[in-house]
């Protein structure tokens, strides 16, 4: 099993455009989420899907959108970038069975750069 | 105010000696308490779960004071491949499972 995986692992943007970071997961997982880490700021949940077709805002949803149109696949859009979204995002999957649901497996993140 | 308060450190310890970290989480409605693991550039990886009772895992040790709002990690005969950054990490019920997670200590064993 792969476990998570996210590509790209490395972009740069420039202020304005466009992307798209994908997320996917073999291991069954309902839950979903999307992060971002900033140094001294800790982890902080952007956005996240308890399952297929639904998504939800976290505590730092603005700039972002996503889509979960198929259970494996967590997909997380940046409209018009800016330099403040400069961060490293990582996604994450959890179960909803028995003493593991609240155990979270990361990706290996994304590095992102915003000029 | 935070919700997951720790020490950055660094700390900088020899190798064999037992180090300790802390952490105090403000909502006391927090039900889940865990560390993880985060090495340089990667993503993190849960170390242990804390329970009420206190728990060991080998060389880690964890403790949960619910009245306190107060975690602690305690590692003994630190090894070179512990050096990494340790997250405390709360859970809310919030936000499907929501994971609060602190800011990260450093710790850095030398030999």
């Known amino acids: 099993n792969a476990g998570v995986t996210q590509t790209p692992k490395f972009r740069v943007l420039k202020t304005g455009q466009s992307m798209t970071l994908l997320c996917a997961q073999d291991?069954?997982?309902?839950?979903m989420y999307w992060y971002r880490q900033d140094p001294g700021m800790g982890l902080r949940l952007i956005h996240y899907?308890?399952?297929?077709?639904?998504?939800a805002k976290g505590e730092v949803p603005d700039g972002y959108n996503v889509s979960r149109l198929k259970k494996q696949n967590f997909l997380l859009g940046l409209e018009s970038a800016a330099p403040s979204q400069t961060s490293v995002y990582f996604c994450?999957?959890?179960?909803?069975?028995?003493?593991?649901?609240?155990?979270?497996?990361f990706g290996p993140g994304t590095r992102l750069t915003v000029t | 105010r935070k919700e997951v308060e720790q020490d950055p450190g660094p700390f900088n310890v020899p190798e064999g000696a037992t180090v300790a970290f802390n952490c105090t989480y403000s909502?006391?409605?927090?039900?889940?308490f865990f560390w993880y693991r985060q090495d340089c550039r990667k993503e993190p990886k849960l170390l242990m779960s804390?329970?009420?009772s206190g728990n060991e895992d080998g060389r880690f040790t964890a403790q949960l004071n619910r009245a306190s709002q107060y975690i602690s990690l305690l590692i003994r005969d630190s090894k070179l491949s512990d050096s990494a950054t340790y997250l405390c990490?709360?859970?809310?019920?919030?936000?499907?499972?929501?994971?609060?997670f602190g800011a990260g200590t450093i710790l850095r064993v030398k030999s």
């Open positions: 994450a999957s959890s179960s909803t069975l028995g003493l593991d649901t609240y155990e979270q497996y």
């Open positions: 291991m069954n997982h309902e839950y």
């Open positions: 899907s308890v399952g297929e077709g639904t998504t």
């Open positions: 909502n006391s409605a927090s039900q889940s």
């Open positions: 804390v329970y009420s």
């Open positions: 990490v709360v859970n809310t019920m919030e936000y499907g499972n929501k994971l609060v």
